[in-house]
């Protein structure tokens, strides 16, 4: 197995320069191949493509749950990080998922994410995964994640 990648993301530049290789930080994101495709602090969006070892269920074809939910808090943990002025390592407190339906058998995953409020030690995100729209969600999110405090600048 390749060396991880740098985990100093907090060092870059910009909020998108310092998220831009979270995911690849991340083993579990590395290994479901999650992407991130867009950030505009404070949200953040990413991807993960369809493949056939991520179905939970051969007889439906759908992408497993744990899967969705690996992207959604992947995807909000990023928008909590580019909220800030200077990055700081955050953890996951809490995540709550709300299944809606299933993913669509064969095709990729979407999510998007905001962090709506930046305490001084906890970021409060909500995220969406869906296919096509967020119009039609598979999962809803909120989450709580705890920030370093002592390394954070927030805005």
């Not at 709580?144 to 927030?154: H, L, P, T």
Request: proline share 8%; glycine share 8%; hydrophobic share 40%.
């Amino acid at each position: 197995m390749a060396d991880p990648p740098s985990s100093r993301y907090e060092t870059g530049a910009t909020p998108t320069e310092r998220v831009a290789t979270m995911t690849q930080f991340t083993p579990q994101a590395r290994a479901l191949g999650i992407a991130l495709t867009r950030v505009e602090p404070p949200r953040a969006w990413g991807r993960v493509g369809y493949r056939p070892d991520l179905v939970g269920d051969p007889d439906s074809g759908v992408i497993a749950g744990g899967v969705i939910t690996t992207l959604l808090d992947q995807i909000c943990g990023v928008a909590a990080v580019s909220a800030m002025n200077s990055a700081s390592p955050v953890a996951t407190i809490d995540i709550r998922i709300d299944y809606m339906r299933p993913a669509q058998p064969g095709r990729d995953i979407i999510a998007e994410a905001e962090c709506y409020k930046l305490g001084k030690s906890v970021a409060f995100v909500r995220a969406t995964a869906y296919e096509d729209s967020s119009d039609n969600p598979i999962a809803h999110a909120a989450a709580a994640f705890m920030i370093n405090a002592a390394r954070a600048n927030r805005t």
